[in-house]
């Protein structure tokens, strides 16, 4: 009788030590990972989202209200900025479809798929100042591309110098460099495709466009959301590196992102806490993208 | 679905200039850069009289390009050996252990995916500056993988829920602790998923600017990226120069781009399947 209790006792001794042991591996394994993620990006957001309300220069420090974002709403430069995020919004329909389109065709009609995904993705892995870089020298105004047009008979285009055309060329070298991201996401989403629907489809005698609109598009549609977001959040914090190399924001402010203005701010006009008003725009602009990301998520859970 | 004839060329043809309109910038700039200035300036299109590596040479010994590389190697390694260790352990705990508040704090990690570096630049400026790690290797490492970690997290995490419970559970009955089913079973098992996020992270930590630029302040310690900015300004009349030295950065890429090509995609669609 006593033995047998504790030899009871033992077991749950060895199981608490056990359960203990656990919870301790547990924190060991997780701790490290999460005290740099709260460190490095959540207490800084808090804490930019406080300097955004305080001052520059000889008022550092001091709690100056919505002053930064009224200088913001005066500030011509900022005012580009985000007209400019408007003509990234009005390109993210052409930044989607193209590569959709592009899937499709691999995917329904044309042979050797893999060597066209390997060379539309190659531009993706290349650095934004590489890219940059390159079509800094195709692109200048004596470059070889000015060259080609002219002996075509068309005049110099100042693309990177002209205050109206330089953010459509530097919009334009963007997606040029990474629509074969969008391509192998909806080319991974054509392959859970359900096959016997594209067969029933053909039994029928459904052209390919009538495929495409009734078929693949409701099919797809989770994926097609994913790269609409996945293309704007890209295009939103991923052109810095094109700006810095191509035009530096220039002619005359006119190729500015939220995202360079912030950096122009921070480093070269010394004014952080008007720099973190910016950021404060620009987190509410990538939040209003991300929530449509975080609806997406939860119906796909909710559908699994 | 597949046709025959004209239909399927009416596709094709515009496919093959596409990819041509996607490859000929980097073939263009490799024959500039084995031009000569004068070659260049004469006929910008023109074949290179002949192969030579003289510019690629020249813009590596005259622009501090070894320096940047060297500093753009140490930060790269460096911050793809914390993030698999930490994504790895992390992933490990938040898909196979079960502990109080394990959904919250996976949130919070994934949550982290959603704040760009733009929008934290200024606050962590100042916090690197106070714990006096702005312009060091160290300081940019961190950066990294405060940058690059919810995202490896996040895969890592996905890759080990797959791996069945009976594998885990065979290992404890063997007697391994959960650390030791770590060491002995996640890391070996999961390599595939830490290949592909580590080639993946590397070409992070390689190809940025904003972060390097706004960490390293000294000349010498630029990486090589920022480092290529620059060589802009400097060699302005010299382009067949200029891109003997965009290309001597873009080498490793290319060449890790054409090893590990399926790993790269594998990575970056891992995201999009689960949702």
């Known amino acids: 009788m006593a033995q047998a209790a504790t030899a009871q006792r033992s077991t749950t001794a060895v199981r608490r030590w056990h359960l203990s042991e656990h919870k301790i591996a547990a924190l060991v394994l997780v701790t490290p990972a999460l005290l740099i993620i709260v460190g490095l990006r959540i207490v800084p957001l808090v804490l930019g989202a406080q300097y955004s309300l305080t001052g520059d220069g000889d008022r550092n420090g001091l709690f100056v209200g919505l002053a930064n974002y009224r200088t913001l709403l005066d500030d011509p430069v900022f005012r580009t900025a985000v007209r400019n995020v408007g003509l990234l919004f009005l390109a993210l329909p052409v930044a989607v479809a193209v590569p959709g389109l592009l899937a499709t065709f691999l995917f329904l009609k044309v042979p050797g798929h893999r060597f066209y995904r390997s060379v539309y993705f190659f531009p993706v892995v290349l650095s934004p100042v590489i890219i940059g870089a390159i079509f800094n020298i195709l692109l200048s105004f004596d470059g070889p591309l000015n060259q080609l047009l002219g002996k075509a008979g068309i005049g110099p285009v100042d693309w990177l110098g002209n205050s109206h055309i330089a953010i459509l060329s530097v919009i334009g070298v963007h997606i040029w460099a990474t629509f074969g991201m969008a391509l192998v996401i909806f080319m991974a989403g054509f392959s859970t495709l359900d096959q016997s629907l594209l067969d029933a489809a053909r039994c029928d005698g459904a052209t390919l466009p009538q495929t495409v609109w009734h078929v693949v598009i409701p099919e797809l549609s989770r994926t097609i959301q994913f790269v609409f977001v996945t293309t704007m959040i890209g295009m939103l914090t991923g052109m810095f590196g094109l700006i810095y190399v191509m035009t530096a924001g220039g002619p005359g402010g006119a190729t500015y992102l939220p995202e360079f203005y912030i950096w122009v701010t921070q480093s070269q006009m010394n004014s952080p806490a008007l720099a973190s008003a910016a950021s404060m725009v620009l987190f509410v602009l990538m939040l209003l993208v991300g929530l449509a990301q975080i609806r997406l998520i939860k119906r796909a859970t909710k559908e699994v | ?275």
């Not at chain 2, 596709?11 to 263009?28: E, G, K, Q």
């Not at chain 2, 704090?105 to 962590?124: N, R, S, T």
């Open chain 2, 1 to 275: 679905m597949r046709e025959r004839g004209f239909g399927r060329w009416v596709v094709a043809i515009p496919m093959c200039l596409l990819a041509l309109a996607t490859i000929y910038p980097m073939v263009f700039t490799l024959n500039v850069a084995m031009k000569s200035r004068r070659e260049y300036v004469l006929d910008r299109f023109s074949l290179a009289d002949h192969l030579t590596a003289a510019n690629i040479a020249d813009a590596w010994n005259s622009s501090g390009l070894g320096r940047y590389t060297f500093n753009s190697v140490v930060v790269t390694a460096g911050s793809v050996a914390l993030l698999l260790l930490l994504g790895s352990m992390a992933g490990y705990a938040f898909s196979q252990l079960t502990f109080r508040g394990r959904r919250w704090l996976f949130l919070v990690c994934l949550g982290a995916l959603m704040i760009p570096f733009q929008v934290i630049m200024v606050p962590f400026f100042r916090v690197l500056g106070q714990i006096h790690l702005l312009d060091t290797h160290v300081g940019l490492i961190l950066a990294y993988t405060g940058q690059f970690l919810p995202f490896t997290i996040f895969l890592m995490t996905s890759f080990y829920s797959r791996i069945p419970a009976e594998i885990v559970e065979a290992a404890r009955v063997d007697g391994s602790t959960t650390l030791g089913v770590y060491r002995r079973i996640m890391l070996p098992l999961g390599r595939p998923a830490l290949l592909s996020v580590g080639i993946l992270n590397a070409l992070f930590c390689w190809n940025d600017v904003l972060i390097s630029l706004l960490v390293m302040q000294s000349e010498q310690h630029r990486t090589l990226m920022v480092g290529v900015t620059a060589l802009r300004g400097q060699y302005s009349d010299n382009i067949p120069l200029f891109a003997g030295g965009v290309l001597v950065a873009a080498l490793p890429v290319i060449a890790i781009y054409l090893f590990f090509q399926r790993q790269i995609t594998d990575g970056v669609t891992a995201g999009s399947t689960k949702g």
